[in-house]
């Protein structure tokens, strides 16, 4: 492993004050024009005819760049066949890899794994390529062998993966090695014995080098325990269920294969059941931490949308304060709430983009168990299924603003130039 710099002392794990997104910042969650993407129309293709496309995580190296494999970069999603209803996609869950040279034009690689992969399907991850070998880190969803389709979920690394470029195409190989990394600890995060509401969350592994510390780090998504009897949330049993946490772990050695949980360095007690696929952009000295989360994962009383939600911090540990006040950094219009999730933020220049899977569309239901109702035709119509247009995002300390958007597919090269963006039309958003 390389030489880890340290110019400071570790900073997660040591025993921070744990950050809180409380009810009362979570309070002043609002449609504005600096938070609400344009409306997403469907495109014209996508690379994967066959699958739907949901959960997508780009190919990055240690310092959080994107990949760069003789002119290829790489990701990774969720897919699950077509033909399927677009809600039982999570049971069958497989990640395939998608290549590109241009940042437009993606190439189907196919599924990454044989069927050695543990659990009884994956769930998202996040991926690392060093020295020419690739980490896919991703969550065993059930387990394998089992007979019923179960909820457990661990933390696996997966290594042992090569890359192969031709002129014209890049292949991933290799003989996997899949280790089992982590299981949440019954302390800092709940079991699934311990969950007393929805099904609790140990998933979304998202591999991060501090770039202060050097400090290698694992964020996922978890749940804080809160026994019965507990006086959190002034003891109301039906807030405190609602208990979602950004979890971590740390590779002391650096070895990218062997984690130590520590605290978790955002909690949503009372606030939020789920706070999913965790990430971090290190941008001006600041830490971006961003999740995504769900309107029916809000505790009651509190009322949130389907969104990408942020914090920023002067280091990783935290303390983390909420982007724009509230959290809220990009949601979807009033009249498409549900059009896109699972957003993944990175730097490009002097912005962050935003890539997220175009979810349901031509829908402007309050809860997304009106699709339910809807004829099977009808769901997969309405269904996108392919990654979204990509988000162009200002970020000023604190504050977030939705510039607009590229194509759907469209993840530039780290050295394209963005066209200018004109202040006096901004995105064409409707809040
Ligand atoms: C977010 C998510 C992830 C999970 C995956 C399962 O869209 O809930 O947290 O890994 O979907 O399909």
Redesign the pocket.
């Known amino acids: 492993m390389p030489d880890r710099p340290s110019n400071r002392e570790p900073n997660v794990g040591g025993d921070p004050p744990r950050s809180r997104w409380s009810r009362e910042q979570a309070a002043g969650i609002e449609r504005t024009p600096e938070t609400v993407a344009p409306i997403i129309y469907p495109p014209e293709s996508t690379p994967a005819e066959d699958v739907h496309v ?2 997508t995580w780009l190919l990055r190296d240690r310092h959080g760049r994107v990949a760069d494999l003789d002119g290829w970069r790489v990701v990774f999603s ?1 897919t699950a066949p077509r033909d399927l209803l677009p809600g039982k ?2 049971d069958v ?1 497989a990640i395939r890899y998608f290549y590109s040279r241009d940042g437009r034009r993606w190439h189907d690689g196919g599924p990454v794994f044989a069927d050695d992969a543990l659990g009884q399907r994956q ?2 991850g996040s991926a690392l390529y060093d020295d020419g070998d690739v980490y896919l880190y991703y ?1 065993a969803a059930g387990t394998e062998g089992a007979a019923e389709l179960t909820y457990t979920q661990r933390l696996v690394g997966a290594s042992g993966g090569t890359v192969t470029t031709t002129g014209s195409s890049l292949s991933i190989d290799g003989l996997w090695t899949h280790h089992e990394l982590l299981r949440p600890d019954g302390e800092w995060y709940e079991t699934e014995s311990q969950s007393r509401g929805m099904i609790y ?1 140990f ?2 592994p998202w591999f991060y080098e501090d770039p202060e510390t050097g400090e290698v780090c694992l964020l996922f ?1 978890a749940n804080a325990p809160v026994p019965e009897g507990s006086d959190r949330c002034g003891g109301d049993d039906g807030l405190q269920e609602f208990n979602g946490a950004v979890g971590v772990a740390v590779s002391p050695s650096g070895d990218p294969m062997e984690w130590e949980l520590r605290p978790p360095i955002l909690e949503s007690v009372c606030t939020n059941q789920e706070l ?2 965790p990430h971090v952009v290190y941008r001006d000295g600041r830490y971006y931490l961003f999740v ?1 989360s769900h309107m029916h994962t809000f505790a009651p009383g509190l009322e949130g949308y389907d969104a990408l939600y942020g914090f920023v911090a002067d280091s990783l540990g935290g303390p983390y304060r909420p982007l724009n006040d509230s959290g809220l950094v990009v949601t979807n219009p009033h009249n498409a709430p549900f059009q896109a ?2 957003w993944m933020a990175f730097p490009h220049r002097e912005e962050i983009l935003v890539e997220s899977f175009f979810n349901y569309f031509d829908f402007a239901g309050d809860s997304l168990d009106e699709i339910a109702h809807l004829s099977e035709r009808e769901q997969r119509r309405r269904f996108g299924g392919t990654l979204g247009p990509t988000i162009r995002l200002a970020v000023d300390g604190d504050r977030t603003r939705v510039l607009g958007t590229l194509d759907h597919w469209h993840i530039p090269t780290s050295n394209e130039s963005l066209p200018d963006f004109d202040v006096d039309d901004p995105a064409g958003a409707v809040p």
């Open positions: 949901w959960d969720l996609r999570h869950a769930w998202a969550t969350t998933r979304d998504e999913e696929r995504s999730y699972s």
